[in-house]
């Protein structure tokens, strides 16, 4: 049948077989005509050879079959010519015809083996894919996640005491509430984004995003020992960006300052924030005094599934790095003066951020 001879069946596959039948009907004719010493019946390896593209391994057989007959049926017509030369020359026609159809079908293999392992590379791009999300999902959801736990045992402390806080703990069950939902947030924008979906924008002004990620990191501040120094220019052009994932980005090089300064002694963690706008774009820099990025690998924390913590999975930053990129801008490392390091990105400032 067709269909098992023909690779697939699309609408072109009948005008393949109208052409490889025309080849074959000129071939035979031409081979037939002529004097037998004439090995016009060679000319079967380029059919084969041009037909290996369309044609399955049956078909390949079925093709070659066909070639052999005709070279045969055309020699046993032939009526003219040396007939000594003309065996000679039909034995080398069929052999070449049979090595063509050898070689075609380990062309035929070889293309199988290659659609194979294209298709094997789908899957593991797939479950590389699937993999990725789910450890960006588990990084991004961890933060508020951890800031519900923290709430929830400060809200079981004020209902503990004698007598009870109540207006505390309703604050603390309304912060829960919100952590809650920015979970859920997190969650969807991180789909989104592993799905190429365009960030749903609006307008912000990051110092705004850079204070809500100082109070969720508050208590880490506060419980290591860490000085807090910021810099937040004043009347910072808004930009155009997604604020759930731009507070994420900031959240992380936040938390990421933080656990590097905790293998220092904590006379000297400092931690810097700065904000400022410059020629067409907005720069928030994170600096911290911890132990530091060496200078000819400034650039391998934002590679996926790199990281130097013991327990880290290496995907915060890179996400980081493609939720920037998205949103038109750019973020990079560098040594800070003394010590530790210094994460910076800037966003354009867009023609929408000043309507």
């Known amino acids: 049948m067709g269909i098992a001879v023909f690779r697939a069946w699309p609408a072109k596959s009948v005008q393949h077989l109208g052409m490889i039948g025309s080849f074959l009907l000129c071939i035979f004719i031409l081979d037939t005509i002529t004097d037998v010493e004439i090995a016009f019946a060679v000319l079967y390896v380029g059919v084969i050879l041009l037909a290996v ?5 049956r078909g390949v057989r079925v ?11 055309s020699f046993c017509l032939t009526s003219s010519g040396i ?11 069929l052999s070449a015809i049979g090595i063509a159809a050898y070689l075609a079908l380990k062309i035929v293999d070889a293309e199988a083996a290659i659609h194979e392992s294209h298709a094997q590379l789908a899957r593991i791009a797939r479950i590389t894919s699937l993999g990725e999300l789910a450890a960006s999902i588990a990084h991004e959801v961890n933060q508020p996640l951890a800031a519900i736990a923290t709430t929830a045992n400060a809200c079981r402390r ?11 703990a309703r604050q603390s069950a309304d912060r829960i509430v919100h952590d809650a939902n920015r979970a859920s947030e997190v969650v969807a924008r991180v789909r989104r984004w592993a799905e190429g979906q365009p960030a749903l924008k609006e307008k912000l002004d990051l110092n705004k995003s850079i204070y809500e990620a100082l109070s969720l990191a508050q208590q880490e501040i506060v419980g290591r020992n860490i000085s807090l120094h910021l810099h937040l220019e004043n009347q910072l052009p808004p930009v155009f960006v997604d604020p759930v994932q731009i507070q994420q980005v900031i959240a992380n090089l936040l938390l990421n300052a933080i656990e590097a300064m905790l293998e220092g002694p904590s006379y000297n963690r400092q931690l810097e924030v700065t904000s400022r706008s410059e020629s067409g774009k907005v720069l928030v820099a994170v600096a911290d005094t911890g132990v530091g990025i060496p200078g000819d690998a400034l650039d391998r924390p934002f590679d996926a599934f790199w990281t ?3 327990k880290g999975i290496g995907i915060g930053l890179s996400i980081s790095r493609s939720i920037i990129e998205a949103h038109g801008g750019r973020i990079w490392a560098m040594p800070n003066v003394n010590t530790g390091a210094v994460f910076q990105f800037t966003l354009p400032i867009e023609e929408e951020t000043t309507r």
Not at 53 to 57: Q, T
Not at 63 to 73: E, K, N, P, Q, S
Not at 158 to 168: G, I, Q, R, Y
């Open 63 to 73: 093709l070659a079959t066909i070639c052999i007959f005709l070279t045969i049926l």
């Open 83 to 93: 007939w000594g030369a003309g065996i000679w020359n039909c034995l080398i026609s």
């Open 53 to 57: 593209r369309f044609l399955s391994k």
């Open 308 to 310: 130097t913590k013991e």
């Open 158 to 168: 004020w209902l503990d005491a004698h007598p009870p806080n109540v207006d505390k």
